[in-house]
């Protein structure tokens, strides 16, 4: 029983761990639509997050599922707990790199991307796509130093917000006012994607090490 109870355990870690490397693939996947008005790739992005769902709602039930029948405690009942939220905010990031992609597919065969800020929405994609991926190896290498990394690569992230916000408000904005609106929004798309990313690194590191972050 304790043999079975800890494979189930395994399986989460496991799940998780597909579930945050679904997300690097699409926001990835997102950001190259994005960029290059590629509306195949987009609408690819958006029929995937089908399995993104599926795969929450198995991780949650088994989840449940375990902290009905097998009852753990310390280590085990903080994995179990934290599988709940974990899962959710996922799937929110899955949700979020679909924005980008219908985005693109709203634009398409145009970019929805204006010249004056694509060389920041590159880094900003890049830098999204790097912060999922550093998640889903803390995840799966169980690292409390690489789930400590992603909340701060999230301060990169902001920053680069930031930059992208300065460029649409300045005096000489040449684009007009839909593709400022675009910018605006797409930017805001990525930097909610990095939270949730921050969100489920700061449960991941509490499962490992049980203490608790200070916000």
């Known amino acids: 029983m304790r043999s079975a109870f800890r494979d189930q355990l395994e399986g989460l870690w496991t799940q998780m761990t597909e579930l945050a490397q679904l997300q690097v693939v699409a926001i990835e996947r ?4 994005l960029l290059d008005a590629n509306r195949q790739l987009a609408e690819l992005v958006i029929t995937e997050q089908d399995v993104t769902e599926q795969l929450q709602a198995d991780l949650e039930i088994n989840a449940m599922q375990l902290l009905a029948k097998q009852q753990p405690v310390a280590t085990d009942l903080r994995l179990v707990l934290a599988t709940l939220p974990v899962s959710t905010a996922l799937a929110r990031m899955g949700g979020l790199a679909q924005h980008v992609a219908k985005a693109t597919r709203l634009r398409a065969p145009e970019s929805a991307v204006a010249d004056k800020v694509r060389r920041t ?42 930059q992208l916000l300065t460029q649409l408000l300045a005096a000489d904005w040449p684009h007009g006012v839909p593709a400022a609106v675009d910018a605006a929004l797409l930017g805001r798309y990525y930097e909610r994607f990095s939270d949730q990313a921050v969100s489920v690194a700061r449960r991941i590191r509490y499962v490992i090490t049980g203490a608790v972050e200070d916000r």
Do not use: K
């Not at 997102?30 to 639509?33: C, I, L, Q, Y």
């Not at 999922?132 to 169980?142: C, N, S």
């Open 30 to 33: 997102a950001s190259s639509a």
């Open 121 to 162: 929405m590159t880094e900003i994609g890049g830098a999204a796509t790097e912060i999922a991926g550093t998640l889903t190896r803390a995840i799966q290498e169980r690292d409390a130093q690489l789930a400590a990394e992603v909340a701060a690569s999230d301060d990169g992230m902001d920053a680069l917000h930031r």
